[in-house]
T-cell receptor, first 113, second 115 residues
């Protein structure tokens, strides 16, 4: 069965530092991959999505993620953290041809001034 | 404005008392889904629906029912709630394409407490 693993339930960075949130999926067939962000007391909103084509995907708010099939990874990065980036981030995988989406456990990002 | 609306936002109920959480979307999306969010577990899919009258179980369907009589509505029914169903619930909708589902739009969430 498909699974999504996010390494680190909490990540803390200083404002202006690089943000790196890790996500690995388990599937012999690369799924469609997503990163969502959840701000306090809100639903999830899409940051970026990989389906096919270019392996480096750019999203909103300066985030990007790189799909690496050989490593079954889809890590999320942002060159310079901002206080407003503090939130919980979820990686998700959707089986191609299906309708089941599997979410990782989430990573809470803290940004220090 | 494109949105997914869940009601109620907060609900405290007693064990065994049937309840329904409503979900409505105004984007004409075919695909709708219910999730529960628990600390350390992320979001787990309860049920999903590919279109009207077409539903299927997700990963944690026990204790829940759904129906999809109209395209815009996808209510979640707890026939006999138990304390282990205390959780934060999200409804989501999206439009399937040849490249998988498009962006999923999420409701604001329903925080359910069963005592």
């Amino acid at each position: 069965a498909q699974s999504v693993t996010q390494l680190g339930s909490h990540v803390s960075v200083s404002e202006g530092a690089l943000v790196l949130l890790r996500c690995n999926y388990s599937s012999s067939v690369p799924p469609y991959l997503f990163w969502y962000v959840q701000y306090p007391n809100q639903g999830l909103q899409l940051l970026l999505k990989y389906t096919t084509g270019a392996t480096l995907v750019k999203g909103i708010n300066g985030f990007e993620a790189e799909f690496k099939k050989s490593e079954t990874s889809f890590h999320l990065t942002k060159p310079s953290a901002h206080m407003s980036d503090a939130a919980e981030y979820f990686c998700a995988a959707e089986d191609t041809g299906g309708f089941k989406t599997i979410f990782g456990a989430g990573t809470r990002l803290f940004v220090k001034a | 404005e494109a949105q997914v609306t869940q009601n109620p936002r907060y609900l405290i109920t007693v064990t065994g008392k049937k309840l329904t959480v409503t979900c409505s979307q105004n984007m004409n999306h075919e695909y709708m889904s219910w999730y529960r969010q628990d600390p350390g577990l992320g979001l787990r899919q309860i049920y999903y629906s590919m279109n009207v009258e077409v539903t299927d179980k997700g990963d944690v369907p026990e204790g829940y029912k759904v129906s999809r009589k109209e395209k815009r509505n996808f209510p979640l029914i707890l026939e006999s709630p138990s304390p282990n169903q205390t959780s934060l619930y999200f409804c989501a909708s999206s439009f399937p394409s040849l490249q998988g589902n498009t962006e999923a739009f999420f409701g604001q969430g329903t925080r359910l407490t069963v005592v």
